[in-house]
Nanobody, 126 residues
Framework: NVKLKEYGGGSAQSGGSLTLSCVQS????????WAWFRQAPGKEREGIAG???????SYIDSVKGRFNISRDNAANTLYLQMNSLTPEDTAIYFC????????????????????WGQGTQVTVSA
């Protein structure tokens, strides 16, 4: 069973940077797709960056060119490097994983991911 825990949330000023980490423990018998989701106050949780089992990456338009998803397999850690932050990036950020291949990993839908971290708050001030 895969367990995920996020680190690295906090506060930043507009234009600043933060890096989120997601440490995996446990084991899956299957290959895994990865994603970062976020949920802003009053909004639905949305997938913002995905990393497929083929090492391909995808992003929603609002973070493309600013955010980078990557993984260190030796450290069992998923990362989200966030640059040029804006107040609109304020949200709770979640890492997620799925170990089945029933559908393309992107766009990332919450119902397709079966492992979740507890979330970490990111707050960006103007």
């Amino acid at each position: 069973n895969v367990k995920l825990k996020e680190y690295g949330g906090g506060s930043a000023q507009s234009g600043g940077s933060l890096t989120l980490s997601c440490v995996q423990s446990g084991y899956s018998d299957y290959e895994i797709d990865w994603a970062w989701f976020r949920q802003a106050p009053g909004k639905e949780r949305e997938g913002i960056a995905g990393l497929g089992r083929d090492d391909s990456t995808s992003y929603i338009d609002s973070v493309k060119g600013r955010f980078n998803i990557s993984r260190d397999n030796a450290a069992n850690t998923l990362y989200l490097q966030m640059n040029s932050l804006t107040p609109e990036d304020t949200a709770i950020y979640f890492c997620a994983a799925r170990d089945y291949a029933g559908a393309p990993y992107w766009p990332a839908h919450t119902y397709e991911y079966n492992y979740w971290g507890q979330g970490t708050q990111v707050t960006v001030s103007a």
